[in-house]
């Protein structure tokens, strides 16, 4: 799987409707304190389904949709979306995308190819291709520490997650359900 694009409307400092190409040879984003770069990352792991707010610095979800400022007013909602390259024969033909929208006060809702689906089925999606909103290749601040303080389980759950493992333990966890 190869992410591609990543579009942004509406998300933290992203108000105006954004594009990041992920291109071959992409290996940083520069710019001034405040410009957005950290926002960046955290639109990529919150589509990918990420369900805590406070990684994404907030004390709520709602806090991922544009506040306002001075000139312009909040909004209402806030959309993300990531298109991936993938296998020609797969599930998805190819080309998936994968969106994730927010509404002030009503929570989020995913959509994959332009299907709804639950938060569950987008975080297999990735933890197979292994990647997701905890994936290793996401170094935010503050995890280089969390690494060498967890506890060996913990440890351990990354190092599924590095390795594409991570969605079956939901898997089992449903055919036991069954
Ligand atoms: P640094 O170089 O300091 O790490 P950065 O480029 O990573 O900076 P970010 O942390 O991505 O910057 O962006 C921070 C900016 O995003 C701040 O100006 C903050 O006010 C703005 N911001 C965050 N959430 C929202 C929101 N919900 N609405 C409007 N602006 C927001
Ligand atoms: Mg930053």
């Known amino acids: 799987m190869h992410f591609q694009r990543l579009k942004l409307s509406g998300f933290k400092s992203f ?9 071959p040879g992409l290996t940083g984003v520069v710019g001034p304190n405040g410009c957005g770069k950290s926002n960046l990352l955290e639109a990529l792991r919150w589509v990918m389904g990420e369900a805590s ?3 994404m610095r907030g004390a709520g979800m709602d806090d991922v949709i544009f506040a306002g400022s001075a000139s312009r007013p909040a909004r209402a909602f806030a959309e993300v979306a990531l298109t991936a390259q993938t296998d020609p024969d797969d599930a998805w033909g190819g080309e998936l995308e994968v969106v994730r929208r927010i509404e002030r006060g009503a929570g989020s809702a995913y959509r994959v190819n332009g299907r709804d ?5 987008v ?13 290793p290749a996401l170094v935010s601040q503050g995890r280089i520490a969390a690494v060498i303080a967890a506890r060996p389980a913990e440890r351990r759950m990354m190092l599924e997650e590095a390795a594409g493992i991570a969605g079956l333990h939901v898997r089992r966890r449903d055919a036991e359900q069954k």
């Open 15 to 23: 108000v105006e409707p954004a594009e990041l190409r992920i291109e």
């Open 53 to 55: 707010a406070k990684a």
């Open 117 to 121: 689906v639950r938060a569950k089925d």
């Open 123 to 135: 975080g297999l999606i990735f933890a197979d291709a292994a990647t997701g909103a905890h994936s």
